[in-house]
């Protein structure tokens, strides 16, 4: 079964400096991977995804993600953190078993931005 | 385009009630799935269908059902509700043969 892992349940960094997200994955195919965005009470957003094409993926806010098979990493990252950037990011793998599409998350991380 | 529509959007319960929670999907997506976050646990897959059968379930008792009606629409059944089913309820939609889920905003049920 898929499954995704993201270290560090809390990340903090100062307002202009780098953002970076951890994620690792597991499958047994090659996966789909995305990373979500969650504000306080909000659903998800999608930020980006990376679906076997580019292993560079560009997605909205200044955010992009690398998909790394040899470290079966797919990690997060964002050249100057914003305040606005304050939120959850999950990252998820499809798993498409019986036809369906079912998401998979990783545990989550809390991201907060500091002046 | 409107966007995955959830209600009610909050909701409070007493133990052993149940609840019916609806999810409208994007126009024109036919695939609608549920997740339960909560705090212990994260964002755990419920259910899923396409064209009113469900496709795809999760490990959650049979107290949690749902299904989907002939314009997509889904909904989903909590009964004889615990206090562990205190939860923020996600439905997501997509289209057929997509890979990108797009999320409501959520049904917060509160069960005292």
């Known amino acids: 079964a898929q499954s995704v892992t993201q270290l560090g349940s809390h990340v903090s960094v100062s307002e202009g400096a780098l953002v970076l997200l951890r994620c690792n994955y597991s499958?047994?195919?090659?996966?789909?991977l995305f990373w979500y965005v969650q504000y306080p009470n909000q659903g998800l957003q999608l930020l980006l995804k990376?679906?076997?094409?580019?292993?560079l993926v560009k997605g909205i806010n200044g955010f992009e993600a690398e998909f790394k098979k040899s470290e079966t990493s797919f990690h997060l990252t964002k050249p100057s953190a914003h305040m606005s950037d304050a939120a959850e990011y999950f990252c998820a793998v499809s798993d498409f078993t019986g036809g369906g599409n079912k998401l998979t998350f990783g545990t989550g991380t809390q991201l907060k931005v500091e002046l | 385009k409107a966007g995955v529509t959830q209600t009610p959007r909050y909701l409070i319960k007493t133990r052993g009630q149940q609840v019916t929670l609806s999810c409208s999907p994007i126009s024109g997506h036919r695939s609608v799935s549920w997740y339960q976050q909560t705090p212990g646990q994260g964002l755990q897959f419920l259910f899923e269908y396409f064209s009113e059968t469900q496709r795809n379930k999760g490990n959650f008792p049979g107290r949690f059902s749902g299904r989907q009606f002939s314009n997509s629409r889904s909904e989903m059944n909590v009964s004889t509700l615990e206090l562990g089913d205190s939860a923020l309820y996600l439905c997501?939609?997509?289209?057929?043969?997509?890979?990108?889920?797009?999320f409501g905003p959520g049904t917060r049920l509160t069960v005292l």
């Open positions: 997501a939609s997509s289209l057929v043969g997509g890979n990108e889920q797009f």
């Open positions: 990376y679906t076997s094409a580019a292993t």
């Open positions: 499958s047994s195919v090659p996966p789909y």
